[in-house]
T-cell receptor
Framework: DGGITQSPKYLFRKEGQNVTLSCEQN?????MYWYRQDPGQGLRLIYY???????QKGDIAEGYSVSREKKESFPLTVTSAQKNPTAFYLC???????????????FGDGTRLSIL | AQSVTQPDIHITVSEGASLELRCNYS??????LFWYVQSPGQGLQLLLK??????LVQGIKGFEAEFKRSQSSFNLRKPSVHWSDAAEYFC?????????????FGTGTRLQVTL
């Protein structure tokens, strides 16, 4: 079955360390997204990518970086500049044809990042 | 700017009772509206969506939602709640077309079901 795979499920970061969260999809979707979820705050968009080798900042991009070298993959790096990284991170994807109706986003099962 | 308000942070209902979760949105044009459900430690699953047509939309798991343009609302309903419906529910709004759908999510409503 097609879907979105996020790994690892749990991740711990030491002070000053960069960590990378993996997101892979086999849905042949063009657009991919990273969200951060904190209790009581819903989902906030970190970065999104519409096509390979292109991505845009979302609402809370500071302290994060991404790459989109392959259509299937959209890894997120939480850098040491992100001072409050403890959160639940969700990756999503959708197919999108320009000028046509957007399809709903499909979500992975998330990665929970904590500080050691 | 688009925004979504879910005024109820937490709702408790008895199993078998009816349910209504409220969602109000602010959007400059015709919105594309969604309801998602999230079980603890899991991702979000789409329950239903609305863009145009019949203002009462049916979704999975027996849920439905009604779009009321005059009230800028998209409330989620279920006639009879099951214990397995206990989860967090998110309303979201976004543009209907374009190259990528940037969704804005509400802060969620946590549903507790008592037996």
């Amino acid at each position: 079955d097609g879907g979105i795979t996020q790994s690892p499920k749990y991740l711990f970061r030491k002070e000053g360390q960069n960590v990378t969260l993996s997101c892979e999809q086999n849905l042949n979707h063009d657009a991919m997204y990273w969200y951060r979820q904190d209790p009581g705050q819903g989902l906030r968009l970190i970065y999104y990518s519409q096509i390979v080798n292109d991505f845009q900042k979302g609402d809370i991009a500071e302290g994060y970086s991404v790459s989109r070298e392959k259509k299937e993959s959209f890894p997120l790096t939480v850098t040491s500049a992100q001072k409050n990284p403890t959160a639940f991170y969700l990756c999503a994807s959708t197919s999108a044809d320009p000028g046509r109706w957007i399809k709903p986003q499909h979500f992975g099962d998330g990665t929970r990042l904590s500080i050691l | 700017a688009q925004s979504v308000t879910q005024p109820d942070i937490h709702i408790t209902v008895s199993e078998g009772a009816s349910l209504e979760l409220r969602c109000n949105y602010s959007y400059g044009a015709t919105p594309y509206l969604f309801w998602y459900v999230q079980s603890p430690g899991q991702g979000l699953q789409l329950l239903l969506k609305y863009f145009s047509g019949d203002t009462l939309v049916q979704g999975i798991k027996g849920f439905e939602a009604e779009f009321k343009r005059s009230q800028s609302s998209f409330n989620l309903r279920k006639p009879s709640v099951h214990w397995s419906d206990a989860a967090e529910y998110f309303c979201a709004v976004g543009p209907p077309t374009g190259t990528a759908s940037k969704l804005t999510f509400g802060t969620g409503t946590r549903l507790q079901v008592t037996l």
